[in-house]
């Protein structure tokens, strides 16, 4: 995933809009796994912080959304361990957060 969103914020619009295509496909298919790497993406210090940065706008805009040809919010697909696994990790990160920026999004 942190490759993906490498080449997503790379300048060749091919490889972003297959990166894109990537990620979408996993989301669709993979609900869990789309949310919890993402959010593994975050918390993790050792990732540059423009990576954590997209992961975090990413998620942030896709818990909300309904996903391709559903009826249901990637939340709403979630189960509930994974849910709660999406609190504690994100509350955590967000206590450890030095870059205000960062927090916003």
């Known amino acids: 995933m942190v490759t993906q969103l490498q080449v997503i914020l790379g300048k060749d619009n091919d490889a972003r809009k ?4 990537h990620l979408k496909k ?7 796994k789309y949310a919890v790497y993402n959010t593994a993406i975050i918390v993790d210090t050792t990732v540059p912080q423009e990576i954590r940065s997209l ?3 990413i998620l942030r805009r ?3 959304t309904c996903l391709t040809d559903q009826k249901e919010t990637l939340w709403e697909k979630l189960e509930d361990v994974h849910r709660n696994l999406l609190k504690v990790n994100l509350l955590e990160s ?5 870059v205000k920026d960062m927090m916003h999004k």
């Open 55 to 57: 992961a975090s706008v």
């Open 94 to 98: 967000i206590k450890t957060i030095t």
């Open 62 to 64: 896709s818990l909300g």
């Open 18 to 21: 297959a990166a894109e295509e």
């Open 26 to 32: 996993i989301k669709d298919g993979e609900p869990a």
